[in-house]
């Protein structure tokens, strides 16, 4: 075998053992105890997310006469709050999991 060959062998080797793993879209499948579906694998353990994913919170149930502002509110809250069956962002960084955001197709 070619030296260099051999050397540009190891080198690809030794690059793939250190890149991390790429982002991937997942599908929620429970909020609370959160869980997501990364092709066929349901995963539960070692997930972290923004705590305002989660919040579970209803603008809409603000005391207020301001219905332009509870509307807004609304709007601006369900754009990330989370649900079983919406597509989140995903990073993988050793055994973690990190919900980083919701996503959606435009």
């Not at 990364?38 to 219905?67: D, K, Q, R, W, Y």
């Not at 989140?88 to 055994?95: S, Y």
């Amino acid at each position: 075998m070619n030296p260099y060959s051999r050397m540009a062998e190891i080198m690809e080797e030794r690059g793939a053992a250190r890149n991390g793993y790429e982002m991937e879209v997942a599908v929620v499948t429970k909020v609370s105890p959160l869980a997501i579906k990364i092709g066929e694998v349901e995963i539960s353990v070692n997930l972290c997310c923004h705590p305002a994913l989660m919040l579970g919170m209803n603008p809409a149930a603000v005391p207020t006469s301001e219905t332009a502002l509870k509307q807004c509110l609304t709007n601006f809250y369900g754009a990330f709050q989370i649900h079983a069956g919406d597509k989140v962002l995903i990073q993988r960084v050793g055994n973690r999991f990190f919900v980083l955001c919701k996503v959606v197709d435009v």
